[in-house]
């Protein structure tokens, strides 16, 4: 019988080393988490067991987050370095797919996503009933080279070097509010009447509409990150919200309270990895929002207006 005890293992298997990448780049066990889609206990047991196994610390603990040792800014520059060639490799095969079955992931921004997509997407459903279509709201960047998602439409000023796709148009903003507001604030400066704000907007406000971004602090009367609920807000006479041409136009309870913000202005785009390009099932779907964007063009410039539409009724 041998007392030899069984070595313990201290290789760092790609569980350990996305573990590791994910609290590098939020420096905290808790947002580590959410990027995992894992529980603060579990990310905390696990990063101890990893520190315990190879007898490495990668993070100096402190009460306000987790930071990089040396080892832990060497095992990010090499984990950055294998996430990088693991998602080439399924870029590259799923490049290789010709039919049209499968999933793809597309992320849009909300508004979108709640009025539009649904639609667009049964419609392209009927055409290619074997095509899954996972949708991902949202209005911050996506990162194609990491497979965030196969298919985005986004509203940039200048899309990714990294991305293949088309310009759709151009992309507007206005800011609107029920026809009883705007009427009762009527010859009063915009930066002295009442607003409900999407969480994060102020910022584009200043200095055009606002000298500061404490002025515009003052005017709101609301903020909310969903969007449709400032969006209500102003319906129901909060205020004046800011929002995109194709959101607030589209809306009959809203009425334009300014012209388009040039200093603003966006374009629309269909991207997707250049990798993915000739993917069947990514082609088909790109091609079918090119169609059915180009003919919505007109509502995303801001070019429709609140002229096209006779105004509500004040209360």
């Not at 905390?44 to 990089?68: A, C, L, P």
């Not at 693991?86 to 290789?96: I, N, S, T, Y």
């Not at 374009?267 to 099932?281: C, G, I, M, S, Y």
């Amino acid at each position: 019988m041998s007392d030899t005890a069984s070595p313990t293992t201290t290789v760092l298997e790609w569980n350990d080393i996305s573990l590791i990448l994910a609290i590098c780049r939020s420096e905290s066990l808790s947002g580590a988490a959410r990027s995992l889609g894992q529980t603060h206990s579990t990310v905390f047991r696990r990063i101890n067991t990893i520190e315990e196994k190879t007898g490495v610390r990668f993070f100096d603990r402190f009460r306000h987050g987790y930071v990089m040792t040396d080892a832990g800014r060497t095992a990010l520059q090499y984990a950055e370095r294998i996430e990088n060639e693991v998602h080439a490799l399924g870029r590259e095969v799923l490049g290789q797919d010709t039919e049209l079955r499968g999933r793809i992931r597309v992320t849009c921004p909300e508004a979108f996503a709640e009025e539009h997509a649904p639609g667009i997407i049964a419609r392209f459903s009927e055409k290619h009933p074997e095509i899954r279509i996972d949708l991902s709201p949202g209005h911050g960047a996506v990162d194609l080279n990491r497979r965030e998602a196969e298919v985005a439409i986004r509203a940039t000023k200048a899309p990714p070097e990294a991305s293949f796709g088309r310009k759709i148009c151009d992309f507007r903003f206005a800011l609107f509010g029920s026809p009883a507001v705007i009427a009762a604030t009527a010859g009063t400066p915009l930066e002295d009447r009442r607003y409900a704000f999407i969480e994060g907007t102020i910022p584009w406000l200043v200095p055009k509409i606002f000298k500061t971004r404490e002025a515009a602090e003052q005017q709101a009367i609301f903020q909310c990150r969903a969007s449709r609920a400032v969006q209500n807000a102003a319906a129901a006479g909060v205020g004046l919200c800011f929002l995109p041409c194709y959101v607030g136009d589209a809306d009959p309870r809203l009425n334009r309270a300014s012209e388009t913000l040039p200093h603003l202005d966006l374009q629309l785009w269909v991207l997707t990895h250049p990798d993915l390009r000739k993917t069947a099932r990514v082609r088909a779907l790109m091609t079918y929002l090119y169609d059915e964007l180009d003919g919505m063009a007109d509502l995303f410039a801001g070019n429709r207006g609140i002229s096209a539409r006779p105004p509500l009724p004040g209360p």
